[in-house]
Structures are given as structure tokens and as C-alpha cells.
């Protein structure tokens, strides 16, 4: 059978006992061999080993009737029960038990104590996770809020059918132009049945040119002298786009009609003024006697009035 390879402490005096030198007297150094080679065997056997004095002495190679003088002749050993026993083994056996006892229970509480600290900082660990969650969930509900306050803030509720952009809104009840607003429709919102209709880009086109309308309208002696240049904006600002979806005006991020065209005529006129027309040599000199002439009457009118009499050479 498999023999545990434990160690047992071994009395360097041991040797001066009386019954050890008594079994030396007897049997010589050999008896103590024997009595050595017997006290592993009750380690080995956890303190008792069968009385068998042929089978030890075969394991010892030693005569049966020596083996059998060693253990019921000195003193050194117990035969109990066809069991030799040894008062000195079962002793120290004893203490290594306890020891190795304590040592058990040491080490199972220093697991718990490790279970309990690695429970404790994954508790830790948690909680930490849990507040880092409650504090991204309240930051996410708090930008939420802002923003639905800044919806609310802009207005942009709309309830039942009406329309998104209104351009028709800007010109009041008695015909004034209101820059308030400065959109062109774009779609119609239908909040009963949550649907969207967008307008057709025609149609967007003839609101624009509505809004045009109503604005030269209330500054027609302003604008009157312009009209190609007017016609020439409304065909910039109302080109589409590649595909066919958007004018050149709803790409822009801000777009008041009041404002663009009053720039519009203003670099027309700066234009006009860098660059005169060429007057070719005809026109030039019928300019020239034609102003001369006006200041001529001037002259005549003016001397009249004095009552000097013009008379001619």
C-alpha cells in the first residue's frame, strides 16, 4: 500500500536509554537497527502494525526470533490485541495531527477571509458601476430636458393642419409688407393623421416669386428702374439643384428676400457705375452739341430775365 513520506523526530540522546542499551547488550548494533526499522513501520501504519513476526522479519531480512526479542523483551514496544503499538509514536502522531489540524482550519479561515474581502470589493465594484449608471442616466435625462425645454422655447409645436414656412402671412390686412417672417412653404404638416406632404418645387418657385411681388409692390418707385436686374435675381435664387429637389435659396442657412435684393441692386449699381457703357464717336458728338445747346437756352433765359436783350452778330 502507498506509505505517506512524512518525517518523525528522532531523540539524538536516544541511544543512552537504558532499555536501548540493554537491547544493544543483546543484540549488538543490529537490535537497534531493528528498533528503528519497526518505530517507521508504526509511522508508516499510523501508530500500529500486525504482529507478525515472519513477515517482518522477511521486509527486515533479519531471523524471526531476534525480531520477536526486540519487540516483547526490552520494553520498547506494546503487543495489544495481536497490535504492536509504541506509547512514544502514538504520542508524536498525536502532536502532528493537532498541528496539521490547526493548520487546516488556518488555511479555511484565511479562504473565508479572502472569499469575504473579493466579495466585498466586487460589492464595492458594483455599487461604484450602479452609481456610474445612475449618474449617465440622470446626465442623459438632464441634456433630454434642456432640449425639450429649448423646443418648447422656439415654438415649434404646431397643432392640427397648418403650414411649415408661410410666406403668405407677411403681408397684412392692408397690404403692407412684414418682414417678421422669411420663409417660403415647404411642406404641409397634418398632425391627426402624422403625415407629411411637401410641396412641389413649382410650387415653392411661384411662392417665392409671390413674396418678391408683394415686397416691390410696397417699394415700387425704389425698385421700378430695375426690372431686368429683378428678373435676373428670381432666376439665380430659384435654380435647382442637380437633383431637381432643392432651389438655390433653401440651401442657404438664412435667406430674407427684403435684404438680398436690396444688395442685389446695390452691386447692379456699383456695377454700372465702374463699368459705363462705350459711346462710339456719333453719339458722343450728338451728346456734346446737345448739352451745348442746353446751356445755351440757359444762357439766353437767364439774360432775359435780367432784361439784357440778346441780339445776335
Given amino acids: 500500500m502507498p506509505k ?33 526499522c519497526i518505530v517507521e513501520m508504526l509511522f508508516e501504519e499510523g501508530g500500529e502494525i500486525p504482529c507478525e513476526y515472519e513477515r517482518i522479519a522477511f521486509e527486515l531480512r533479519m531471523d524471526a526470533s531476534i525480531i520477536e526479542s526486540v519487540i516483547n523483551n526490552f520494553g520498547l514496544f506494546i503487543v495489544s490485541d495481536d497490535y504492536i503499538k509504541s506509547n512514544s509514536v502514538l504520542k508524536r502522531l498525536g502532536l502532528r495531527n493537532e498541528k496539521s489540524q490547526k493548520a487546516k482550519i488556518s488555511a479555511q479561515n484565511r479562504w473565508q477571509n479572502n472569499t469575504k ?79 407629411k406632404e411637401v410641396l412641389k418645387i413649382e410650387d415653392r418657385a411661384a411662392a417665392f416669386r409671390s413674396e418678391m411681388d408683394a415686397l416691390l409692390n410696397t417699394s415700387l418707385a425704389r425698385y421700378s428702374a430695375y426690372d431686368e436686374e429683378i ?68 444762357r439766353i433765359e437767364n439774360e432775359e430775365a435780367e432784361g439784357i436783350n440778346y441780339k445776335p452778330y
Fill in 117 to 195: 474581502n473579493a466579495n466585498v470589493l466586487n460589492s464595492d465594484a458594483n455599487a461604484l458601476k450602479n452609481d456610474a449608471n445612475v449618474s449617465k442616466i440622470d446626465a442623459i435625462k438632464e441634456r433630454k430636458g434642456k432640449e425639450r425645454k429649448r423646443k418648447e422655447k422656439k415654438g415649434k409645436e404646431i397643432k392640427g393642419k397648418e403650414i411649415k414656412k408661410v410666406c403668405s402671412e407677411k403681408i397684412s390686412e392692408n397690404g403692407n409688407f412684414s418682414t417678421e417672417q422669411n420663409f417660403i412653404p415647404v411642406e404641409v404638416v397634418d398632425d391627426k393623421n402624422k403625415k
Fill in 231 to 298: 428678373e435676373n435675381f428670381f432666376s439665380y435664387w430659384t435654380e435647382t439643384n442637380p437633383s431637381k429637389t432643392k432651389m438655390r435659396f433653401e440651401m442657404q442657412k438664412t435667406f430674407e428676400i427684403a435684404r438680398r435684393i436690396g444688395y442685389w441692386i446695390y452691386t447692379a449699381k456699383k456695377s454700372i457705375i465702374r463699368n459705363p457703357v462705350q459711346e462710339d464717336k456719333t453719339t458722343k458728338t450728338l451728346r456734346i452739341l446737345h448739352e451745348q445747346r442746353v446751356l445755351a437756352m440757359q
Fill in 4 to 36: 505517506e513520506a512524512y518525517y518523525f523526530s528522532h531523540d539524538y540522546g536516544a541511544r543512552h536509554d537504558p532499555k536501548m542499551i540493554n537491547l544493544q547488550i543483546k543484540h549488538g548494533i543490529a537490535g537497534i537497527g531493528c528498533f528503528w
